[in-house]
């Protein structure tokens, strides 16, 4: 991917800049961390088996390898050779200000450097920067390595080009930039999060509810609405027929009463402080951080898969990360002869312990998933690409037929192979065959039909010449291997009764 940094200078490796890490790694791209704290290195892996463990259910696309972790003794060598410079030290303004300047003295002239405030002004941080156009926020989420979002806002000396550049940037690693145009403290989300946070204190503060029944009436109901619609798509369909005027009609003057404290924040007295976080200690029910983490992952992952289903918010941004991915690790088509005379392997994956259902066996769907990706990539080798399918059209499957041979065990390394049996103007039969690593008997095999539909009518339609061509050879090289003994195969009649 062009716009993906080869190399990335972290500033920081708490929460933030481990998960920047785990990101930009998980990504193919090399990482050097600068964090003065002894302990960081121990932290950051943690944090990196943490989003190994996520990346492996988010996707079956296979991620690049995994980019190289250097821990630097210094700014200057965390930035050396860095296209992207990503700070996040706490959050004071005087060493902000510090290491950005370090970091704009030693980084090469086209790098970017990116800030993690949540809320300092970006004018503020460049201010004592040599070539301060390079500088913009990018203000993430936590865990960094799977939400999305991340807000970028320049400063009074920043070059849009820079804006556009980080974008780019973060894009190719699979986030959704949101450009804040005007500078302002606390960008858009925090804003927002803080008017909630500082309610949810006068609440506990003036007794009037736990933290836990807060977090219940969060996550109960409204929680479960933003990840799909936000506040304003929501609102719309509450206005019923009539939208969001008849939605501001009824429930806009209550916002003159008001029911919340707006910017009055309680006191953070040391009762106070002691008084939350024994009510967070008995919601947490003895679980510890890692155990809370690895909750929250598994279910953002089924989150974000959901979403991606529906084509909806982070799941639009997670289909489109994975069909990047898919561009960048196809081989190029072979055209070489006798290199074609062996069966594609266009798929490999490691059988997951969630793949495994209530009787020990890799559920039967997984099967289907696993033969379905490696038609994704058999459709890319042969030049199926988006803009194809956005001018042309796309392979539709029309017909499958799969035989379970034997089982496969959580952890198990698999690839398929796959064997072009024929093809004509408008249809492609395939086979697929699914290996555990080291062994030659197949776990299972997948016979396709595909029918090509033109994208303009919606019918089928011959597929464009330099896709049949490719199709044609591989078909020809294919024709000289033995063909499967199960191709053609159908469900053996059983008598009735
Ligand atoms: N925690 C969040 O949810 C969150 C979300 C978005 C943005 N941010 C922002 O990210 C930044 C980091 O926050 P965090 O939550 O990771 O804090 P953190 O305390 O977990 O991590 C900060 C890290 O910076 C290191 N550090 C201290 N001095 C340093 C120096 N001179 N050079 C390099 N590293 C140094 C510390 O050792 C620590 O590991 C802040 O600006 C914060 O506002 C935080």
Not at 83 to 93: G, N, T, V, Y
């Amino acid at each position: 991917m062009p716009d993906r940094p080869a190399a990335v200078g972290l500033l920081g490796g708490g929460v933030i800049g481990g998960g920047w890490a785990a990101r930009f790694l998980l990504n193919g791209v090399d990482v050097r961390i600068f964090d003065p704290d002894p302990h960081a290195a121990e932290r950051i892996d943690e944090m990196l088996e943490n989003a190994r463990r996520a990346y492996r259910r988010l996707t079956l696309v296979p991620l690049p390898p995994e980019g190289a972790l250097t821990h630097a003794s210094s700014v200057e060598e965390a930035v050396e050779g860095a296209d992207l410079i990503q700070e996040s030290a706490p959050e004071r303004l005087e060493l902000k200000q510090r290491l950005l300047a370090d970091a704009s003295r030693a980084a090469g002239a086209e790098a970017i450097i990116c800030s993690s405030t949540s809320g300092l002004r970006p004018s503020l941080l460049q201010s004592q920067m040599a070539g301060a156009e390079r500088f913009v926020v990018g203000h993430p989420f936590n865990p960094v390595y799977l939400l999305p979002l991340v807000e970028l806002c320049g400063g009074g000396a920043t070059a849009p080009e820079t804006l556009a550049r980080a974008a780019a940037a973060y894009e190719a690693v699979g986030m959704r930039p949101v450009i804040v145009a005007t500078e302002i403290d606390g960008f858009v989300a925090d804003r927002l999060l803080e008017a909630l946070w500082r309610e949810a204190l006068w609440l506990v503060h003036d007794d009037i509810a736990t933290v836990e029944e807060i977090d219940d009436a969060i996550r109960y109901g409204a929680g479960l609405r933003w990840a799909i619609m936000g506040t304003f798509l929501t609102y719309r369909i509450a206005g019923g027929r009539d939208g969001m005027r008849h939605f501001v009609e009824q429930f806009g003057p209550t916002l003159s009463e008001p029911w919340s404290k707006l910017v009055d924040v309680p006191e953070l007295s040391v009762e106070f402080v002691d008084k939350l976080a024994a009510q967070s200690d008995a919601q947490a029910r003895g679980q510890t951080i890692t155990q809370l983490e690895q909750q929250r992952d598994d279910c953002l992952v089924t989150l974000l898969r959901g979403l991606r289903a529906h084509g909806v918010g982070a799941g639009e941004t997670l289909a489109a990360w994975e069909r990047d991915l898919a561009r960048t690790v196809t081989p190029p088509p072979r055209s070489n002869g006798a290199a074609m005379a062996a069966p594609l392997e266009l798929f490999a994956s490691e059988v997951e312990p969630e793949w495994i259902d209530y009787n020990g066996h890799v559920t039967e769907s997984r099967y289907l998933e696993m033969f379905g990706l490696a038609t994704d990539e058999l459709l890319l080798h042969i030049g199926l690409d988006d803009d194809y399918r956005a001018t042309t059209g796309s392979y539709f499957t029309v017909e499958t037929h799969i035989c379970h041979l034997r089982e496969l065990f959580a952890g198990d390394r698999v690839r398929v192979t796959t064997q072009l049996l024929g093809c004509d103007a408008k249809r492609l039969h395939f086979f697929h065959v699914l290996l555990r690593d080291g062994e030659e008997d197949p776990i299972a095999t997948g016979e396709h039909m595909m029918l090509h539909v033109d994208a303009a009518t919606g019918h089928a339609g011959p597929a464009r010449a330099d896709v049949a061509t490719r199709v044609e050879a591989l078909v020809a090289a294919h024709a000289r291997l033995p063909r499967p003994e199960r191709a053609g195969r159908r469900i053996g009649a059983v008598p009735v009764g």
